[in-house]
């Protein structure tokens, strides 16, 4: 089929505002019409305009020959003229450009800050957090059919057991091999009213060019997201919600959203029913941009949860928040595609990331506070998809220095009458006697 040629001019987004035929991505806008109507001076002739959708650079890896005419992070616009041969793999697509593509910067202002929700922040833990992305990047690989997959399946599993959530394990079908989901859940509050809230992120990695021996430790895709669904269930086991909070992670997400399909192709009627909202996270560590930034990837079924995000960062967070509606390559979208509200949240300028799907995708290159901030919206919007029914039980406040020598326990230091450092200990239901340290102080 012959394309109509088709005259574009890229200027800033403000610019453009009202014109028929334009995109948006980010602060600038690309304007196209007809042939023989006039753009301005600028403007150029093109055999048409694709959007291309991808997963870090893997079509500009790809085809390094094509020159964008307009890109933002995972967004390209290409001429037709270099349009590839295939229209989509497993780590990119390409579509026409449709008037009205949006990949928004949207001004939100920030909400009163909620003391609720500053508290279940407080929770948020680096360590904990690093140290469960560690262990998931210390491993070989995690390749959907490996043994070292299930491993990691293994340790996320002790893990929400310990947390106090109810775990399965349901098989997935990845061509000829076999992978696996895990499913934590813990149920809300609310009887028979409680709807479901998922978070979720894929577990496993790759390695395109090492194929599946290869060295994958897949730091940022997607130990990054993996450890982040632990540690938001972690600070949710600490309070009573309403709704249920349902942990999942997925296998066989590199070979093609393997693990989501099906989870969502089994979910009975009544099941998808309940399901408030989705919030999916690939890529949450590595910082590409001057300013800590982070895109929200839905669609029309997922708008009011991406305001609830968007609200979340400028309250919360420094982020710089970006949306689009235009959801790929991740497991959102089989959510998305039966009618769910689901979201991706996922580092801004992620095609700057050069070091995915390869053996380098390491820890050294990740930003542990864009991780960080990233969780405090994701938390704080997730409060409120859950619905707290009861506060944090209050513990006495001591009079003294306070430190912590482990999790869930307070220790408090004074100096007595006879000039000696005494210690008392909070475990967690008691304060234990005051004992001495031996020291004395001058």
Same mark, same amino acid.
């Given at each position: $089929? ?49 959007? +291309? ?40 697509? +390409? ?101 479901? +809230? ?82 999916? $996270? ?23 949860? $991406? ?69 405090? $919206? ?65």
């Amino acid at each position: $089929m012959t394309t109509s040629p088709v005259r574009y001019l890229v200027v800033p987004a403000l610019e453009a505002a009202d014109a028929p035929h334009a995109a948006r991505l980010g602060d600038r806008t690309i304007v196209w019409t007809a042939a023989g109507e006039k753009l301005g001076r600028a403007s150029r002739t093109a055999p048409g305009l694709l959007l +291309v959708t991808q997963v870090g650079r893997t079509f500009q890896d790809e085809y390094p020959e094509v020159v964008p005419l307009l890109e933002h992070g995972r967004h390209l616009v290409i001429s037709a003229a270099d349009k590839p041969r295939r229209r989509n793999n497993n780590c990119w697509r +390409v579509e026409t450009l449709r008037p009205g593509t949006l990949v928004d910067v949207p001004p939100m202002p920030a909400h009163r800050v909620d003391p609720e929700v500053d508290a279940l922040l407080d929770l948020l833990s680096p360590t904990s957090y690093q140290a469960d992305l560690t262990w998931f990047a210390n491993l070989p690989t995690r390749h959907s059919t490996s043994t070292s997959f299930k491993t990691a399946v293994d340790f996320a599993a002790a893990r929400m057991v310990a947390m106090g959530y109810g775990v399965s394990r349901t098989p997935v079908t990845v061509g000829a091999g076999r992978s696996e989901n895990l499913i934590g859940d813990r149920p809300g509050s609310a009887g028979a009213l409680r709807g479901v +809230v998922l978070i979720t992120a894929h577990l496993d990695s790759i390695n395109l060019a090492g194929g599946a021996s290869g060295l994958a430790p897949g730091a940022d895709d997607n130990a990054s997201g993996s450890a982040g669904v632990l540690e938001l269930g972690r600070i949710l086991a600490a309070r009573t919600w309403q709704h249920d909070v349902r942990l999942i992670l997925f296998g066989g997400e590199e070979q093609g959203l393997h693990g989501s399909k099906q989870y969502v192709a089994a979910l009975p009627t009544a099941e998808r029913a309940r399901i408030r909202a989705v919030l999916n $996270m690939d890529m949450i560590a590595s910082k590409n941009t001057s300013v800590p930034t982070v895109l929200l990837e839905g669609a029309n079924v997922s708008t009011s949860q $991406m305001a609830d995000l968007t609200v979340a960062a400028a309250t919360y967070t420094s982020l710089k928040v970006e949306t689009s509606l235009n959801p790929f390559a991740s497991d959102h979208v089989p959510f998305i595609n039966a009618g769910i509200p689901a979201l991706l949240t996922i580092e801004g300028a992620d095609s700057a990331n050069g070091h995915i799907h390869t053996a380098n995708d390491t820890l050294n290159f990740l930003d542990w506070s864009l991780a960080a901030e990233i969780l405090r $919206m994701n938390a704080a919007a997730l409060a409120g998809w859950l619905g707290l029914l009861t506060a944090p039980v209050t513990r006495p406040r001591p009079a003294g220095s306070v430190v912590s020598w482990g999790p869930g326990r307070l220790d408090v230091f004074v100096v007595g009458t006879d000039r000696a450092l005494h210690h008392k200990a909070w475990d967690g239901t008691e304060w234990k006697d005051f004992e001495s340290l031996g020291g004395v102080l001058s």
